[in-house]
């Protein structure tokens, strides 16, 4: 099997963390990738961070953003960089496991699926394991997407752009990957889950928005009824359907592991 995938990662002010995000992409048992980094003007140590891997290996790609332009920017950015049969989306900060992309593709190109996720399991911000698996549904279609708040993990995801082409990220602060995958599922019907855990997510980052309710309000609404255009009855209830998921984990598998 011999694709050639595009890995787009998004960056910003990540130099502690992006140089072992790039070795897990370096350390794929899958050789045949190419890897587009776009920084959103960061203002830390994050290029000095980057400088030898790009000296080091041909397929490492970096630019960066005329301004500070946000994440949907600079993952657009990446996105219309790609030249891959199969886009793969790593944040920054975010592992892959390293038969992460051989197991994915292979099940994408055996089951002639154009977009897929897998299961994750969930780390703190110092790397540390925190023993949670998160697994997506089997099948997920646009509404189901809506209605779980997006069980879709970013670091998870690839789809097939040879099939689906470009996509724009719509603009939005938070939830933008949320944005992106509902554009993908108007172009193909289902985003597959693979149970399997092939990928490493960081939480506790500052600057986070995951714990002020009010803001994530805010950007689901604007989400909904703004960018997804439904009217506003609809997107008060798919806000509340969101909530109550949040609260209750209704529709999520969120295991603790022994291991």
């Not at 470009?166 to 949320?178: A, L, S």
Request: aromatic letters at 12%.
């Amino acid at each position: 099997m011999s694709v050639l995938v595009s890995v787009i990662m998004p960056t910003y002010n990540c130099g502690k963390y992006i140089a072992s995000s790039i070795e897990s992409v370096i350390n794929q048992t899958m050789n045949d990738w190419e890897l587009q980094i776009v920084d959103d003007c960061s203002s830390d140590n994050t290029y000095e961070i980057i400088k030898p891997y790009l000296d080091r290996y041909s397929n490492i790609h970096y630019y960066c953003l005329d301004t500070n332009s946000g994440p949907d920017v600079a993952r657009t950015e990446a996105i219309k960089r790609a030249t891959g049969k199969y886009c793969a989306f790593l944040d920054s900060d975010d592992l892959w496991l390293p038969s992460k992309l051989e197991k994915q593709i292979k099940y994408m190109e055996e089951n002639n699926i154009l977009f897929s996720c897998t299961a994750y399991r969930q780390m703190d911000a110092n790397g540390n394991d925190l023993h949670t698996v998160v697994t997506p549904p089997k099948k997920t279609d646009y509404q189901k997407c809506i209605w779980l708040g997006n069980p879709i993990g970013n670091l998870t995801v690839i789809y097939n752009q040879e099939a689906l082409g470009k996509f724009v990220v719509p603009r939005i602060k938070k939830r933008n990957d949320f944005a992106l995958w509902l554009q993908v599922l108007k172009k193909t019907d289902y985003c597959y889950g693979m149970e399997e855990v092939l990928s490493v997510y960081r939480l506790g980052r500052s600057g986070s928005v995951s714990n002020n309710k009010p803001k994530q309000i805010k950007y689901h609404w604007q989400l909904y009824h703004v960018i997804e255009k439904h009217n506003a009855i609809r997107s008060i209830v798919e806000i509340m359907s969101w909530a109550f998921v949040k609260v209750t984990g209704a529709g999520y598998r969120k295991e603790k592991t022994n291991g």
